[in-house]
């Protein structure tokens, strides 16, 4: 059994002096930007703590499902419902050790240490300890707490437009020290080869007034709630495809395929792809009109595995990295937008990490003055957000771009007690940037490395996005 206490020092990552110095003295103590998310607003303004350490760590974390299912856990522990809280913690403790050199236990034990000063290796000889020991604080804290706690200044939630985000409303009413925005991810108005579809416009006609029976219609819809979001201080967009659509296409062609599939048609593929691309290029002038920031997040090859989809439903954890092709559709949104002046500021991420180059090389074809970064490759993301993905990312962003414009990390979670990550991150780029001095490849100029290191952790996203902090 795992016997080594206090894994998580000081100086943990950090391999020279050098990297101790950007770190705490530059790193450490910056407040955090996350600016992609998918915590619970409705958990936030409900302002109430959570019951447990599974409901926070294991409820929607499908991170350590696939970890517990990879270890043999039935899933009665996982995403079952006739098992306790504690039983299902309990499986995840037996697991925790078998995830040695996988992020999570790096993750999780930064967690522990870090929300609840726990030093001891979570296991089944320490399960229950840490169980009881870690709901006795969880009882004390409300998410927003939480969040204070890590010094988290704003959190950017996941949004669909048809909602109301009156759960942003009752948030600024609690005057909480974490700005809580939303982010403006329109994934069912593009997929309109779903059965769902039809039912969605109807619902998004309930909730901006009027029906939708065309395409100008739903564009007057879209509108009206960018508009909305806007006043809520949303500031990003996003979404979550395959790859991006840029197929060629008139708006006649997109207007009867829409009217197609709202009298109940069959949508043929070519059609499913003519109307995508419309609908998404005029999305990004949209968003370049509010001055917003558009984000891409390319490459899952999402449900795989049908039964476990049928058993748990959408994010059950049974996705992958996809190889699908890129280069070329983004080349003709993005130029098409910018031979027009309307290409809003932009943040594509992969998943696939053959494709790190032509995501970082893509992104510097364009630019706009007085913008420095304007178009960002993101940090690594799912698949990617470990420290062999980091490393490799920020490596491939310095060859092909300026690291030193870089907006930073991002959680791209579901739990409250993510945070660490940023911390993590932090400790990669500053042991990271003190090998190249090390090595000779930089300067050993403390003060102007630390101000770099600053400036990625947080200050350039905290100009890049301009969020209203009032």
Not at 179 to 184: A, D, E, G, L, S
Not at 279 to 307: D, E, I, V
Request: proline share 3%; charged share 25%; hydrophobic share 35%.
């Amino acid at each position: 059994m795992l016997r080594t206490k206090n894994f998580i020092t000081d100086n943990f990552i950090l391999q020279s002096s050098i990297a101790e110095s950007l770190y705490h003295e530059y790193a450490r103590d910056l407040p955090i930007i996350d600016y992609h998310n998918h915590l619970s607003a409705k958990q936030i303004a409900d302002n109430k703590p959570i019951a447990n350490i599974t409901k926070a760590w294991l409820s929607e974390d499908h991170y350590k499902w696939r970890a517990m299912r990879a270890n043999g856990v039935d899933e009665a522990y996982i995403t079952g419902t006739n098992k306790t809280d504690k039983e299902k913690f309990d499986k995840w403790a037996e697991t925790v050790p078998y995830t040695l050199r996988n992020p999570l236990f790096h993750w999780t034990h930064l967690e522990l240490k870090r929300y609840f000063d726990i030093d001891e290796l979570l296991q089944p000889k320490t399960a229950t300890s840490i169980f009881e020991k870690v709901n006795s604080v969880l009882k004390q804290k409300t998410p927003a707490q939480l969040l204070q706690d890590l010094k988290v200044e704003v959190v950017c939630t996941t949004d669909d437009p048809a909602d109301d985000l009156e759960e942003h409303k009752k948030i600024k009413e609690l005057g909480i020290y974490t700005k809580v925005f939303p982010t403006f991810r329109p994934d069912n108005l593009l997929f309109i080869e779903k059965e769902s579809f039809t039912n969605y416009i109807s619902k998004l006609g309930q909730r901006v007034g009027f029906e939708i029976h065309s395409l100008n219609d739903l564009i007057k819809a879209i509108e009206s709630r960018i508009n909305y979001f806007h006043e809520q201080g949303c500031r990003l967009s996003d979404y979550g495809m395959e790859e991006i659509y840029a197929y060629e296409y008139t708006e006649k062609e997109a207007n009867k395929i829409f009217s197609k599939k709202l009298k109940g048609q069959k949508i043929a593929e070519a059609e499913i792809k003519i109307y995508a691309s419309f609908l998404l290029h005029t999305l990004c002038k949209l968003y370049h009109k509010k001055g917003w920031t558009q984000q891409f997040h390319l490459g899952a090859l999402r449900n795989n595995n049908s039964r476990l989809l049928e058993q748990v439903g959408l994010d059950a954890g049974v996705d992958s990295i996809g190889d699908f092709t890129v280069a070329k559709a983004m080349s003709r949104l993005f130029n098409a937008l910018d031979n027009t002046n309307q290409l809003a500021k932009t943040i594509t991420y992969n998943l696939n990490p053959s494709q790190n180059e032509v995501f970082a090389t893509m992104m510097g074809n364009y630019s706009e003055s007085g913008i420095p970064g304007k178009m960002q490759w993101g940090s690594g993301w799912w698949f990617l957000d470990q420290k062999d993905g980091m490393e490799k990312q920020l490596n491939c962003l310095s060859n092909m771009g300026l690291l030193s414009n870089f907006v930073g990390m991002l959680t791209d979670s579901r739990s409250f007690l993510s945070f660490p990550r940023h911390e993590y991150f932090r400790r990669i780029l500053c042991n990271l940037i003190a090998e190249d001095v090390q090595n000779g490849l930089v300067p050993n100029d403390i003060d102007f490395l630390g101000k770099m290191v600053q400036n990625i952790c947080y200050f350039n996203a905290k100009k890049y996005f301009d969020f209203n902090m009032k």
